[in-house]
């Protein structure tokens, strides 16, 4: 199932969860970092920076700099509430923003939809084998690209 497949969340119901998870570390949820991770909630696919900007721009009626936006995104992916998909340089949102993770992405070549998927053997073999090399892991980022069912249905 990708992302564009299920329900998605009303933007309110998911900023409930960032709100809380915000509220509990005590971080801030800015008016510019809501409506972004708002955006990005009904947008409800990978969107690059600038697209959300564009988006922002559109919805705000302001004018506003690129910058601004990559503070945004730069505090969702702190607080893990926003993943990146690094071969595209987009950004999607969490599916579970109150938990501190790192996912294995599904991504379909054809449509460009997601499914993040959490697998701790995945990433405890990771972790034996960049330790066996002698290698400090910071971060991991496990895409996997190919074709969604639909995609596949539709070819």
């Known amino acids: ?12 119901q998911a900023t409930r969860a960032v709100e809380a998870a915000c509220s509990e570390r005590g971080v801030r ?10 955006a990005m909630v009904a947008y409800a696919a990978p969107i690059s920076a600038y697209e959300l900007l564009e988006r922002l721009q559109q919805s705000t009626g302001r004018r506003l700099a690129p910058p601004t936006v990559y503070r ?8 893990g509430f926003v993943h990146r998909i690094e ?16 996912s294995i992405y599904f991504v379909c070549r054809e ?9 701790a053997d995945v990433r405890a073999s ?30």
């Open 72 to 79: 945004a995104l730069d505090f969702l992916l702190e607080e």
């Open 126 to 155: 990771l972790d034996a084998h960049a330790h066996g090399l002698g290698f400090a892991p910071q971060r991991q980022v496990v895409e996997v690209y190919g074709l969604c069912a639909r995609c596949q249905a539709s070819s």
């Open 1 to 12: 199932m990708t992302r564009s497949d299920r329900e998605v969340e009303s933007p309110s």
């Open 111 to 119: 449509c460009g939809a997601s499914h993040e998927a959490h697998d």
């Open 87 to 102: 071969s595209r340089n987009a950004f999607v949102v969490c599916d579970h923003p109150g938990d501190r993770h790192e």
């Open 29 to 38: 949820l800015t008016p510019m970092r809501r409506a972004a991770y708002e």
